[in-house]
């Protein structure tokens, strides 16, 4: 399968004409959407949409790495990672 990038506005245009909406709704409800899975991550919970998957955040421990312009070795530090996890149902539209 060869990977194309789908646009934020694409994506709102395929949105649209499915939902039967405008342009404008559309883009106004997919950024609260988006809104409302990022702050509720931040607060270390989980977001699971059914059939499609599940947003959530991890913590990555702090490691040893180097600087790929001077080779330097550096501390990388410790963070908190987003996540999504695709669902039983969306990996399978994927098999067909």
């Known amino acids: 399968m060869e990977s194309v990038k789908v646009k934020k506005s694409e ?6 004409k499915n939902a039967g909406l405008s342009k ?3 883009r106004k409800e997919l950024d609260a959407l988006i809104k409302i ?3 509720t991550v931040k607060e270390g919970e989980k977001v699971l949409l059914m059939n499609f998957g ?5 913590y990555r ?4 790495g180097s ?5 330097e070795p550096i501390d990388v530090a410790a963070c908190y990672s987003p996540r999504f996890r695709a669902g039983r149902a969306f990996k399978r539209a994927l098999k067909e």
């Open 67 to 71: 600087n790929p312009r001077t080779g």
């Open 24 to 26: 404008k709704d559309t």
């Open 11 to 16: 994506f709102v245009s395929a949105m649209a």
């Open 61 to 64: 421990q702090g490691r040893p």
């Open 37 to 39: 899975i990022m702050e």
């Open 54 to 58: 599940t947003f959530d955040c991890y």
